[in-house]
């Protein structure tokens, strides 16, 4: 089995770990959150291949394609069979650590590599001493999930941990795809960071309503 290939199996294999295992510690591993995770990896991976081919023009997959396709099935998922409870957080910790190891395949793969530098760390790829943009993304998700690890221990609202991964990983996401072989789309910047802009306003907007909303709850239960 090649290397690469190894790297993708361990990281979909974490990921469907780790939701599992936090599903049964929240104590909804139901079949119908099961059942909304099967519908969250299936639109995550056709519409992580729709996006490559849309916005890059090659064969391949986009992460922020698949995060997108996995949230829209979720949700229709969700609304179908009627369930409430918010299940952002399971999916945040479980694709950020997925993809902590999954970039090790994309290194190892030679895709979504960095442009040409000469810093102590580079590595040899496509004829050219590069930026390891995979292990910086790899890096930089490994750091996001220690502080949704800090941040769970506030013990914040449900999806307090989604809208917190998403904000932190879009800001990652848009300053490594400066050091990434990428063209622009529009005014220098290219797809995935627009929609990095896009979703830190999202996530941004969200988290701000979460936390006063628990707020607003706290100061009711106090009589204030």
């Given at each position: 089995m090649p290397v690469y290939a190894f790297f993708y199996g361990a990281a979909y294999l974490t990921g469907l770990g780790v939701f599992v295992w936090m599903a049964r510690k929240r104590g909804i591993a139901t079949s119908g959150v099961m059942?909304?995770?099967?519908?969250?990896?299936?639109g995550g991976l056709v519409f992580a291949n729709v996006a490559q081919w849309v916005f890059g023009g090659s064969a391949g997959k986009t992460v922020l394609g698949g995060i997108a396709g996995g949230y829209l099935c979720v949700w229709l998922t969700k609304r179908h069979l009627g369930l409430r409870r918010p299940t952002g957080d399971l999916f945040a910790v479980a694709l950020c650590a997925g993809e902590a190891i999954g970039r090790w395949?994309?290194?190892?793969?030679?895709?979504?590599?960095?442009?040409?530098?000469?810093?102590?760390w580079a590595v040899w790829q496509h004829?050219?001493?590069?930026?390891?943009?995979?292990?910086?993304?790899?890096?930089?998700c490994i750091f996001i999930l220690l502080a949704l690890w800090r941040f769970a221990r506030t013990s914040p609202p449900e999806d307090g941990l989604f809208c917190l991964q998403g904000l932190l990983y879009c800001t990652?996401?848009?300053?490594?795809?400066?050091?990434?072989?990428?063209?622009p789309v529009a005014v220098g910047l290219t797809a995935a960071q627009w929609a990095c802009l896009g979703g830190f306003v999202f996530f941004t907007v969200r988290l701000r309503l979460i936390l006063g909303g628990k707020r607003r709850n706290a100061l009711l239960y106090a009589g204030v």
């Open positions: 059942l909304i995770m099967q519908a969250g990896l299936v395949g994309c290194y190892f793969g030679g895709c979504c590599y960095g442009k040409p530098t000469d810093v102590a004829g050219a001493w590069r930026h390891p943009t995979q292990i910086y993304l790899s890096a930089a990652a996401r848009f300053g490594i795809e400066f050091l990434r072989v990428s063209p």
